[in-house]
């Protein structure tokens, strides 16, 4: 029987989630040539270390190496037809790594390709892909699936349909940019809508991961509570990344991001996490700060 976050929130609030995993493969030798997925079968003990790290920072819930799990996104490195390995390997890894009591969350990011009327991808191709990463992530034995970093609403909804056909618990977070009139992604999706639609399809979760650091987080998850009574989740970037002499640098350190955290609670985050730039260091303050 899977861990219910909706009973385990019921219980305490808010839960520590987990902070990067990109971040972390490379600073563990990952390249850009090589797909992140594919270490959950070449380079298992890494991607296992960086969820117990996780864990062990006081994380509540460690997310699977699958945000690029769908096989449209998998096909750039020829690798569409072991999406059901690729998938089934990284949940399982996240499950040796829970510790008893913890959460093992299937990760599911965009599938890479555009919808329309920007693109032309079939949705029939693109949900099935979605149900094909989704079931083997439930095989892998997680708690719950966790659909993040969309910023098409279309996408996101036949994302939660196809994850929810598991039987599992379905979290669905957008990433929105902030601009003058607000917050919306880059489809022009505001939270109001996003919080709404979300919840509807299914969602016991709903939220924002990246794009944005801690301090505009705290503002955007005081909108999306205007509007829902449903659990939310926030999970910052270090600041905006930006590219120095290439490599993509965050100017958001442990101590400050942590110092956000009771403000997210305060805000109406029922969950609180880190993302890009977000290391296991973030998270362990995080947890320091929480505790207080
Ligand atoms: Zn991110």
């Avoid at 699958?66 to 390997?89: I, S, V, W």
């Avoid at 790594?97 to 009327?117: F, N, Q, S």
Wanted: charged share 20%; proline share 5%; net charge negative.
């Amino acid at each position: 029987m899977a861990a219910s976050i909706i009973e385990l929130l019921k219980k305490k609030k808010p839960l520590l989630w987990d902070g990067g995993m990109g971040t972390e493969l490379i600073a563990r030798g990952l390249t850009s040539d090589t797909l992140p997925e594919l270490w959950n079968i070449e380079r298992p003990d890494d991607v296992r270390a960086i969820h117990a790290a996780y864990y062990a920072a006081g994380a509540v819930a460690a997310q699977s190496n699958t945000f690029g799990g769908h096989p449209m996104k998998l096909e750039a490195g020829g690798l569409a037809d072991r999406t059901e390995e690729l998938n089934r390997a990284g949940a399982m890894l996240v499950v040796e790594a829970r510790p008893k009591g913890k959460i093992a969350v299937g990760d599911i990011g965009p599938c890479g390709a555009m919808l329309a009327p920007v693109g032309d991808a079939d949705p029939t191709v693109v949900k099935d892909g979605f149900r094909r990463q989704a079931q083997a992530l439930a095989q892998g034995g997680v708690d719950v699936i966790h659909i993040e970093t969309m910023f098409d609403l279309q996408e996101i909804v036949l994302a939660i349909e196809a994850a929810l056909e598991t039987g599992l618990e379905v979290m669905a977070s957008m990433t929105f940019e902030k601009a003058a009139r607000g917050f919306f992604t880059i489809m022009g999706i505001s939270p109001q809508r996003a919080a709404g639609e979300l919840a509807a399809v299914g969602a016991v979760v709903v939220g924002a991961n990246c794009s944005i650091g801690p301090a505009d987080m705290v503002e955007l998850i005081r909108e999306f509570r205007k509007f829902t009574a449903v659990p939310l989740i926030a999970q910052a970037n270090a600041g905006k990344p930006r590219i120095e002499g290439g490599k993509v640098l965050y100017d958001v350190g442990a101590e400050e991001f942590a110092s956000f955290a009771p403000l997210l609670a305060d805000a109406g985050a029922d969950i609180i996490g880190g993302c890009c730039g977000a290391t296991p260091e973030f998270i362990g303050k995080m947890s320091a700060k929480l505790k207080k």
